[in-house]
């Protein structure tokens, strides 16, 4: 049916091109920059525009979004249409806006890495959920399989963590949200001042670990009144630096990436996104799809 969709509302405008495993849409974005496409679209979940981004940064080449995945956060974030025919309809139209994006040093197994992500980051509790949902619980369960997950993780014992922002003062917390956007796990305004153009990054941070107030942050969460429970500490800020003396993961836009110790830098507006609107003239449009089903 996806591809039925997708052939249909691109009607010859876009060569789709099919992944074949994780990491892949990196290398296909890569490709396509390389080759001056001028747009580069990513049909799939919130994991698939992360690969894709990371593929076409610094290339010049504009983001597309068609988003079919389980939970699409950053299409809310920017309205973007949930239907393929409505959310390629903003692609053809053509406008675009210039959006922050966060480069990150982390580490996968002690090794050095850098990645960007566009819409939030987790340490800790969050990154620990995302780890234990695999690729076949989504798509049985959607995003109900978080919430299972996310019971199962809050009887666990979790290790501190320090965070250190613009250079600041030590702050110990037991885990963090980091968000470039407003929005985590969908329709929920976690990080309630942020701009994804503003040049920061909005830090909600969580002092305890203890189950019953995991409990109350979950729910303070739901209600959006995080920013005024007790426990949870909002900040801002331009870098981040977290640290641990334990094996802490992090998660980068809904995907799970490694383990502490790490550095965030706010990139200003360095990726332009097609977003919806009319106030810009449309120019040709030549697109590669990478899309996020496994060819067989």
Not at 235 to 252: D, F, K, M, W
Not at 283 to 289: F, G, N, S, V, W
């Amino acid at each position: 049916m996806l591809w039925y969709e997708l052939y249909k509302a691109c009607a010859g405008g876009a060569k789709i091109k099919l992944t074949k495993g994780p990491g892949n849409a990196t290398k296909k974005a890569a490709k396509a920059a390389k080759n001056g496409v001028p747009v580069i679209v990513a049909a799939g979940g919130d994991g698939t525009i992360n690969e894709v981004l990371n593929g076409m940064m610094g290339s010049g080449a504009a983001l597309g979004i068609i988003p079919v995945g389980s939970v699409n956060v950053l299409a809310r974030e920017l309205k973007i249409p949930l239907t393929v025919p409505e959310a390629w309809k903003v692609i053809e139209a053509g406008v675009t806006q210039d959006f922050d994006v966060v480069e990150v040093e982390y580490h996968v197994d002690d090794e050095p890495r850098t990645r960007y992500f566009i819409q939030l980051a987790g340490i800790g509790l969050d990154a620990h959920i995302v780890s234990k949902v695999t690729w076949e619980k989504k798509r049985r369960w959607g995003p109900l399989s978080y919430v299972f997950e996310s019971f199962r993780a809050i009887t666990q014992t979790l290790p501190s963590i320090t965070l250190r922002i613009d250079g600041g003062e030590e702050i110990e917390a037991s885990f963090a949200l980091i968000g470039n956007g407003s929005f985590y796990g969908g329709p929920f305004p976690v990080f309630h001042k942020a701009s994804m153009t503003d040049g920061q990054l909005d830090v909600c941070i969580f002092q305890s670990s203890g189950y019953l107030d995991l409990l109350i942050y979950l729910q303070a969460i739901a209600r959006g009144v995080q920013h005024s429970t007790k426990g949870i500490l909002y900040h801002h800020g331009a870098t981040v630096e977290i640290r641990s003396a334990s094996r802490v993961p992090i998660e980068l836009d809904g995907e799970f990436a490694g383990h502490l110790p790490a550095r965030m830098k706010v990139l200003p507006k360095a990726l332009k996104i097609c977003v919806p609107g009319s106030d810009v003239s449309k120019p040709e449009l030549r697109a590669e799809i990478s899309e996020n089903f496994v060819s067989k």
